[in-house]
């Protein structure tokens, strides 16, 4: 299949380049790439003028979001890097590094024990990479330039998301399960969604940190997060997790979807407004 055309489409004075792709899906989703470019899927039913229609409904929403691209290249990729919310500078050197350091953080209102937590997951932190090494403030790369550079730590973060994430979603998991319990029995809600633990994919997207799929026909169920959720704080990896398994019972996000979420976790609200505003205000690696 070729790539969709790239157009422009232009209002106000304003030049937004996008393109259109049609697909299976049912419904019609909107996002900028990573250049900025709107992308708009559409099921294969609608015409390319609906695209249009999408585009000036939401232009202000994408002027915005092209402005905070732009601010958000301007710094550069590996000035600093978060893990769990927490800055670490990066310093490139040709010459290895070889000590570790006992790394404390902090955690607000989470389910779990935070020193628990993170004493778990500094393993993986820690020797995810060989060439990569975590101290007090820094995070040291071995490497050649700054390409090598990129290339490690990207390779870094995904193994380490793989090594922590699985273990902090089976125990999400569990709270999951007793925190919905009640609310399903109330309300009557029978699926079978609910009985196990849906499989859990890893990848390195940046457009979104986690995601729910659903097939009726094969009764299968599967959650993807974003390697990148090693970043965020872990009050609001928390947030993303559970957000992902109300979506096995409501699959929309309609008013019984958020009164789950109310069951499961009672300050998704504010969590989910302060991870928006960090999200717009740090680097994501």
């Given at each position: 299949m070729?790539?969709?055309?790239?157009?422009?489409?232009?209002?106000?004075?304003?030049?937004?380049?996008?393109?259109?792709?049609?697909?299976?899906?049912?419904?019609?989703?909107?996002?900028?790439?990573?250049?900025?470019?709107?992308?708009?899927k559409?099921?294969?039913?609608?015409?390319?003028d609906?695209?249009?229609?999408?585009?000036?409904?939401?232009?202000?929403?994408?002027?915005?979001?092209?402005?905070?691209?732009?601010?958000?290249?301007?710094?550069?990729?590996?000035?600093?890097?978060f893990?769990?919310?927490?800055?670490?500078?990066v310093?490139a050197?040709?010459?290895?590094?070889?000590?570790?350091?006992k790394?404390r953080?902090?955690?607000?209102?989470?389910?779990?024990?935070?020193?628990q937590?993170?004493?778990?997951?500094?393993?993986?932190?820690?020797?995810?990479?060989p060439?990569?090494?975590?101290?007090?403030?820094?995070?040291?790369?071995?490497?050649?330039?700054?390409?090598?550079c990129?290339?490690?730590?990207?390779?870094?973060?995904?193994?380490?998301a793989?090594a922590?994430?699985?273990?902090?979603?089976?125990?999400?998991?569990?709270?999951?399960?007793?925190?919905?319990?009640?609310?399903?029995?109330?309300?009557?809600?029978?699926?079978?969604?609910?009985?196990?633990?849906?499989?859990?994919?890893?990848?390195s997207?940046?457009?979104?940190?986690?995601?729910?799929?659903?097939?009726?026909?094969?009764?299968?169920?599967?959650?993807?997060l974003?390697?990148?959720?090693m970043?965020?704080?872990?009050e609001?990896?928390?947030?993303?997790?559970?957000?992902e398994?109300?979506?096995?019972?409501?699959?929309?996000?309609?008013?019984r979807?958020?009164?789950?979420?109310?069951?499961?976790?009672p300050r998704?609200?504010?969590?989910k407004?302060?991870?928006?505003?960090?999200?717009?205000?740090?680097?994501?690696?």
């Amino acid at each position: 299949m070729s790539e969709p055309k790239t157009q422009i489409f232009e209002h106000g004075g304003q030049k937004i380049p996008y393109r259109v792709i049609f697909d299976r899906h049912k419904t019609v989703r909107l996002r900028l790439d990573n250049a900025g470019c709107a992308v708009v899927k559409m099921p294969f039913s609608l015409s390319k003028d609906y695209a249009q229609k999408m585009l000036l409904k939401h232009f202000q929403w994408i002027v915005q979001k092209q402005e905070e691209q732009k601010n958000i290249s301007a710094k550069p990729e590996t000035e600093e890097i978060f893990i769990f919310g927490r800055a670490f500078s990066v310093a490139a050197s040709p010459s290895p590094r070889n000590f570790r350091e006992k790394l404390r953080f902090a955690a607000q209102n989470t389910y779990f024990n935070q020193e628990q937590i993170f004493l778990a997951a500094l393993p993986a932190v820690q020797t995810a990479h060989p060439h990569i090494c975590l101290t007090a403030n820094t995070l040291h790369v071995q490497c050649r330039n700054s390409e090598d550079c990129l290339k490690k730590l990207a390779a870094w973060r995904k193994k380490s998301a793989q090594a922590f994430l699985p273990v902090y979603y089976e125990r999400l998991w569990q709270v999951f399960r007793e925190q919905s319990s009640r609310f399903l029995l109330q309300h009557r809600v029978h699926t079978a969604y609910h009985t196990c633990l849906p499989p859990l994919t890893i990848r390195s997207c940046r457009r979104t940190y986690g995601s729910c799929r659903i097939s009726p026909k094969r009764q299968e169920t599967g959650i993807t997060l974003s390697a990148h959720l090693m970043g965020l704080p872990l009050e609001y990896i928390e947030f993303v997790i559970l957000h992902e398994f109300c979506h096995l019972i409501f699959p929309d996000h309609s008013p019984r979807f958020y009164a789950l979420f109310d069951c499961v976790l009672p300050r998704h609200k504010s969590l989910k407004a302060a991870a928006n505003a960090w999200s717009k205000t740090h680097n994501p690696f």
